[in-house]
Protein backbone atom coordinates (compact mmCIF):
# COMPACT_ATOMS: atom_id res chain seq x y z
CA UNK A 1 0.00 0.00 0.00
CA UNK A 2 1.39 3.63 -1.16
CA UNK A 3 0.61 6.14 1.44
CA UNK A 4 -1.71 8.95 0.37
CA UNK A 5 1.25 11.76 0.39
CA UNK A 6 3.06 9.25 -1.76
CA UNK A 7 0.31 8.82 -3.62
CA UNK A 8 -0.58 12.69 -4.09
CA UNK A 9 3.24 13.44 -4.89
CA UNK A 10 3.28 10.71 -7.90
CA UNK A 11 -0.07 12.78 -8.93
CA UNK A 12 1.75 15.40 -8.96
CA UNK A 13 4.85 14.48 -10.78
CA UNK A 14 2.20 12.82 -13.22
CA UNK A 15 0.83 15.50 -14.16
CA UNK A 16 4.40 18.11 -14.92
CA UNK A 17 5.51 15.00 -16.91
CA UNK A 18 2.57 15.86 -19.06
CA UNK A 19 2.86 19.24 -19.42
CA UNK A 20 6.53 18.95 -19.79
CA UNK A 21 5.87 16.42 -22.65
CA UNK A 22 3.48 18.98 -24.32
CA UNK A 23 5.93 21.64 -24.23
CA UNK A 24 8.02 19.49 -26.53
CA UNK A 25 5.75 18.45 -28.35
CA UNK A 26 4.66 22.09 -29.47
CA UNK A 27 8.25 23.45 -29.44
CA UNK A 28 8.81 23.01 -32.75
CA UNK A 29 5.72 23.93 -33.92
CA UNK A 30 5.65 27.38 -32.88
CA UNK A 31 9.84 27.77 -32.95
CA UNK A 32 9.95 27.91 -29.06
CA UNK A 33 13.17 29.34 -27.73
CA UNK A 34 15.21 28.18 -24.17
CA UNK A 35 14.18 30.85 -22.26
CA UNK A 36 10.53 30.50 -22.78
CA UNK A 37 11.22 26.75 -22.00
CA UNK A 38 12.71 27.75 -18.67
CA UNK A 39 9.66 29.97 -17.99
CA UNK A 40 7.44 27.07 -18.62
CA UNK A 41 9.34 24.73 -16.23
CA UNK A 42 9.25 27.63 -13.83
CA UNK A 43 5.35 27.49 -14.09
CA UNK A 44 5.44 23.99 -13.59
CA UNK A 45 7.68 23.90 -10.38
CA UNK A 46 5.25 27.12 -9.10
CA UNK A 47 2.27 25.32 -9.55
CA UNK A 48 3.88 22.25 -8.28
CA UNK A 49 3.94 24.08 -5.04
CA UNK A 50 0.84 25.30 -4.96
CA UNK A 51 -0.28 21.69 -4.96
CA UNK A 52 -1.61 22.11 -8.76
CA UNK A 53 -4.47 24.31 -8.78
CA UNK A 54 -6.62 25.40 -11.82
CA UNK A 55 -4.97 28.90 -11.71
CA UNK A 56 -2.12 29.79 -9.66
CA UNK A 57 -0.48 33.56 -9.15
CA UNK A 58 2.72 34.67 -9.90
CA UNK A 59 4.25 37.98 -10.16
CA UNK A 60 6.87 39.42 -13.30
CA UNK A 61 9.74 39.85 -10.66
CA UNK A 62 9.48 35.93 -9.38
CA UNK A 63 9.93 34.72 -12.53
CA UNK A 64 12.28 37.00 -14.12
CA UNK A 65 14.41 36.42 -10.42
CA UNK A 66 14.00 32.50 -11.33
CA UNK A 67 14.77 32.55 -14.84
CA UNK A 68 17.32 35.26 -14.67
CA UNK A 69 15.72 37.43 -17.73
CA UNK A 70 14.26 40.80 -17.79
CA UNK A 71 10.70 41.76 -17.67
CA UNK A 72 10.91 42.74 -21.11
CA UNK A 73 11.66 39.23 -22.39
CA UNK A 74 9.06 37.83 -19.45
CA UNK A 75 6.38 39.55 -21.29
CA UNK A 76 8.03 38.66 -25.03
CA UNK A 77 8.30 34.98 -24.02
CA UNK A 78 5.16 34.86 -22.29
CA UNK A 79 2.83 36.12 -25.36
CA UNK A 80 4.89 33.10 -27.04
CA UNK A 81 3.50 30.57 -24.20
CA UNK A 82 -0.13 31.88 -24.65
CA UNK A 83 0.14 31.81 -28.65
CA UNK A 84 0.95 28.19 -28.70
CA UNK A 85 -1.46 27.51 -26.20
CA UNK A 86 0.61 26.69 -23.62
CA UNK A 87 -0.83 28.65 -20.69
CA UNK A 88 -3.38 31.41 -19.98
CA UNK A 89 -2.23 34.27 -18.31
CA UNK A 90 -4.49 37.58 -16.85
CA UNK A 91 -2.60 40.68 -15.82
CA UNK A 92 -2.30 41.42 -12.26
CA UNK A 93 -3.92 44.95 -11.54
CA UNK A 94 -1.86 47.37 -9.80
CA UNK A 95 1.65 46.77 -8.22
CA UNK A 96 0.05 44.28 -5.46
CA UNK A 97 -1.92 41.61 -7.69
CA UNK A 98 0.28 39.09 -9.23
CA UNK A 99 -0.79 37.92 -12.73
CA UNK A 100 -3.10 34.97 -12.76
CA UNK A 101 -1.62 31.89 -14.62
CA UNK A 102 -3.30 28.46 -15.69
CA UNK A 103 -2.03 25.63 -18.31
CA UNK A 104 -4.15 25.22 -20.84
CA UNK A 105 -6.28 22.07 -20.72
CA UNK A 106 -5.07 19.47 -23.21
Not at 15 to 35: G, M, N
Not at 71 to 94: C, D, F, P, S, W
Amino acid sequence: NTPIKEKGTMEKDKKAIELSDRFRKVRRAYQLTPTEHSIYLELISIWKEEDCPEEFFCSNSELCSSVGIVEKTLINARKNLVKAKLIEYKQGIGPRKPNLYSFVKM
